[in-house]
């Protein structure tokens, strides 16, 4: 009996199995390395806006280029090298744009996006040179900037009257009890679990305690950190934040094409909501359900804490007053970095077929442990006074019960209690709710 390898008919179906068997294997290897969250997708309502526009932009550039190098005051030396660096920025943003990977949102647009990883980038990259300065020349640098700066700041401390009056709060209400609320708004909208907010809100109060022998803006009052802080700006702003993600969360998605609204007034609420999200994915963070969602969630609110704290730390070493445009411009930035770093976060932690984090949670990950670098470095002679005694305890006290909490969640509780084998039904139903986990990763949200 002749095998199939020797029927001239049965060659190209045998040849056409293994090209299909070949092709497979490649497939399930490349979805092993490249999370689901990456898969190509695009938004068909505005069609026009998703067309290639590489050319126009090539001559809008190289327009821009052309008329700031024949009108531009050649012997101003400051100002040449102001419009270089720019120069140098806008080239490096567009050509992230056209290189860059999609990341996981697609409104207002994916090139969006990749601008901000760009942003990211060049921020990155300022940090890195201003990590191998001294601590003067990084003040000077801050001049480049705005030449009112580079002058020792004044020391103000919110914990001198401290009596609970009328005209003492009062006087404690300013720009910042605005920018309190709307920090937490943008917190909820990051992290979008009620409780984790409310848990972050709290612990930063209680860092703020701790570190105000060093940072004497954190001098407070009682009735400051708990009442004005805590139970009414940051409350404000959570609860404005989380009716904002519930609000998505339950909201029926129905994207028509804007050619087939026939309303002008229809026409301009569709191109209004190209900059609201195409779907909204809510977060499951479950921090008890195993160890590495436990360690994984520390981690995220030790990164929160992080970007909160370096700031402050960041103005007073290189002397930019609270309230000036690089404080507010960098508050701005690392909020578009936070959204899909958060999103790549949560998906690198919650999916088992995630193996690679994405590269604006890398990213941006990169940037906080570099800006503490920078702090660490410029803070050596700053804060030579110790920590007090109390607040070493008190945090001795925390890590303790960290550590006996996971002990006991994820060592003594399964062996004392296992949890009972699956029954049959369960595990016939499993691979089917595995497939729509799946189907879901695949669509990129917001």
């Known amino acids: 009996m002749s095998s199939d390898s020797d029927d001239p008919v049965a060659a190209p179906s045998l040849l056409r199995r293994r090209v299909n068997a070949v092709v497979a294997h490649t497939q399930t290897r490349r979805e092993r390395h490249q999370s689901p969250m990456y898969h190509e997708s695009s938004d068909p309502t505005l069609e026009f806006v998703y067309h290639p526009r590489t050319?126009?932009?090539?001559?809008?550039?190289?327009?821009?280029?052309?008329?700031?190098?024949?009108?531009?005051?050649?012997?101003?030396?400051?100002?040449?090298?102001?419009w270089g660096l720019l120069a140098l920025c806008s080239v490096f943003v567009v050509v992230s744009v056209i290189l860059f990977r999609d990341g996981p949102f697609v409104r207002p647009h994916p090139a969006f996006w990749r601008a901000v990883l760009a942003l990211n980038v060049?921020?990155?990259?300022?940090?890195?040179?201003?990590?191998?300065?001294?601590?003067?020349?990084?003040?000077?640098?801050?001049?480049?900037?705005?030449?009112?700066?580079?002058?020792?700041?004044?020391?103000?401390?919110?914990?001198?009257?401290?009596a609970l009056t009328f005209a003492n709060v009062r006087d404690g209400i300013d720009i910042f009890v605005l920018a309190h609320s709307l920090g937490w708004f943008g917190k909820a909208l990051i992290i979008r679990n009620h409780t984790m907010c409310w848990i972050m809100s709290i612990v930063f109060e209680l860092l703020e305690y701790s570190l105000a022998h060093q940072l004497p803006n954190f001098n407070e009052c009682w009735w400051d950190h708990w009442i004005l802080d805590v139970f009414t700006c940051n409350w404000l702003g959570i609860y404005v934040g989380m009716k904002f993600c519930e609000h998505y969360k339950m909201k029926t998605y129905t994207w028509h094409g804007i050619r087939e609204i026939r309303s002008i007034k229809g026409k301009i609420t569709r191109a209004g909501a190209q900059f609201t999200p195409y779907n909204w994915t809510a977060y499951d963070w479950a921090p008890t359900r195993r160890f590495k969602n436990f360690v994984g969630i520390l981690f995220f609110a030790a990164l929160i804490m992080l970007a909160e704290l370096n700031v402050f730390y960041l103005k007073s070493l290189l002397w930019i007053p609270p309230e000036h445009l690089l404080v507010t411009a960098r508050l701005a930035l690392l909020f578009l970095f936070s959204l899909p770093s958060a999103r790549e976060y949560y998906e690198y932690y919650s999916n088992p077929r995630c193996k690679r984090m994405g590269a604006h949670c890398w990213m941006l990950i990169v940037t906080l442990v570099t800006e503490l670098l920078i702090i660490v470095k410029f803070g050596r002679g700053e804060f030579s006074e110790p920590f007090p005694t109390p607040v070493i305890a008190f945090w001795s006290l925390v890590a303790a019960a960290i550590v006996g909490f996971s002990t006991w969640q994820f060592v003594l509780v399964p062996r004392l209690w296992p949890t009972p084998p699956a029954s049959s039904s369960s595990i016939v139903a499993a691979p089917s709710s595995a497939v729509a986990d799946t189907t879901a990763a695949t669509d990129k949200s917001d």
């Open 122 to 162: 060049l921020y990155e990259m300022f940090l890195v040179f201003l990590l191998f300065q001294s601590k003067a020349t990084g003040r000077q640098i801050m001049t480049f900037f705005d030449p009112a700066l580079g002058h020792m700041l004044p020391e103000r401390s919110y914990g001198d009257n401290c």
């Open 55 to 82: 050319i126009s932009v090539l001559v809008a550039l190289l327009a821009g280029f052309l008329y700031v190098a024949l009108y531009v005051d050649p012997s101003n030396d400051m100002l040449n090298t102001k």
